[in-house]
């Protein structure tokens, strides 16, 4: 059976393309305020935090790869709470179709017409949990969506909201029951990371947050701090980041080392991701001009799961560690 839940009704697209960006110190601030209110419910990584919250200003989305019960889908759940976002979730199952993700026509009987049925992807926030469960073909019906931000159902195209954004979490410890994830998915995905266990005293503060079942979970009393419009005016602040053409050309160098290097290097699309990381680096930092330090902080979590080696004693962690270590800047 498909399971699919729904927080909030569909959403239509945004139709705010006039308003104004933030000042970067005004966005840094917005996103500390948005960073900690997710640390309310996660505790101990505030590093994956900045890095969902990279992700999103970069327009992109995210893989979060693990092992079950580190607090993946309650990230995901924070971060649309906190910026006062619609939310859906759809867990990945073999049995799921493309239709279950996409949405589907009914016919009506009353109206002798089809109606189209949007599917969980019309949503700001989707989480896509355990997506390696789901077959190539059922994962396949992300691909439009994440890249174009619209869905084609038997020939009409649907556009998404905006802003969109797929967190997708990916099973690491069961390979025998779980697919590969197409190459060309992967690539539409603009980070990679892991979150990883709790420190001792992390884990203590957690269990003492949540011992009390009838306490219900921080996440579901969770209160924006922000609104999709401040996400949007954010979005907008990041893509105004100066990018001066030397750290342009050292991306562009990065990506060139891994082609060389690697039996797959980093695609076009995934040097574009790393240069928009870095751009939300920077206004994190309340800059509006990026640094080489941004791009080489943003390096391994978005280029490395985009690289494919012929030999299984090199990574793409290796290649790109190499790349930052040989590649000069200029």
Known sequence: MTDVT??????????????????????????????????????GHRDAIEDVIVTVLARGHLLIEDVPGVGKTTLAKAIARSFDASFKRVQFTPDLLPSDVTGVNVFNQRTE?????????????????????????????LLEAMEERQVTTDGVTRSLPDPFCVIATQNDVEP????????AELDRFTKKIRLGYPGTDEEVHMLERLVDDHAGHPVESLEPVASVEDLLRARRTVAKVEAAEPVRAYVARLA???????????????????????????VLDGRDYVLPDDVQREAQSVLAHRIRTESGETTGRQIVAEALDRVDVE
């Not at 006039?18 to 505790?43: H, N, Q």
């Open 6 to 43: 729904d927080t909030t009704e569909t959403t239509v697209e945004d139709d705010s393309g006039d308003l104004p960006p933030f000042g970067p110190t005004e966005t840094a601030r917005l996103t500390e305020e948005v960073i900690e209110s997710v640390e309310a419910v996660i505790v």
């Open 113 to 141: 017409e089809f109606d189209f049925r949007p599917g969980p992807v019309f949503a700001t926030f989707v989480l896509g949990d355990e997506i390696n469960r789901a077959p190539p073909k059922t994962q396949s019906a």
């Open 176 to 183: 025998g029951q779980t697919y590969e994830l197409p190459v």
């Open 256 to 282: 060139t080392y891994t082609r060389r290097n690697a039996a797959l290097g980093v695609s076009p699309r995934g040097s574009l991701a790393l240069l928009r990381t870095a751009q939300a680096r920077a």
